[in-house]
């Protein structure tokens, strides 16, 4: 069973920048079949892809968010973040992390999200 689990924290000032991380149990970050993702979800809002990591560290990210998302991983914990930067507002989301099995094309599991509000 695995399990993801996301942390950092819920305030962030306007201009900083935000900063989770997901930790991956019962599966390893660096097994192929999987991409790792992080996606939000704002006030009244759809769901949002913000972009991934794959088993060897490539990543990939929406363009709306390219120039302000970095996703990086530390496989020694079984661990891959997200940093946003240049936050305003308009970011405060629930934020998930999620596991993409692409020979299926399924989400198949997320974490419970962790809700993060920018605010001065």
């Known amino acids: 069973q695995v399990q993801l689990q996301e942390s950092g924290p819920g305030l962030v000032k306007p201009s900083q920048t935000l900063s989770l991380t997901c930790t991956a149990s019962?599966?390893?970050?660096?097994?192929?079949?999987?991409?790792w993702n992080w996606i939000r979800q704002s006030p009244g809002k759809g769901l949002e892809w913000m972009g991934f990591i794959r088993y060897d560290g490539s990543t990939g990210y929406s363009p709306s968010l390219k120039s302000r998302t970095s996703i990086s991983r530390d496989t020694s914990k079984n661990q891959f973040s997200l940093a946003l930067s240049s936050v305003t507002p308009d970011d405060t989301a629930v934020y998930y992390c999620a596991r993409f099995l692409r020979a299926t094309l399924n989400w198949d599991y997320w974490g419970q999200g962790t809700q993060v509000t920018v605010s001065s």
């Open positions: 019962g599966g390893s970050i660096t097994t192929n079949v999987y991409t």
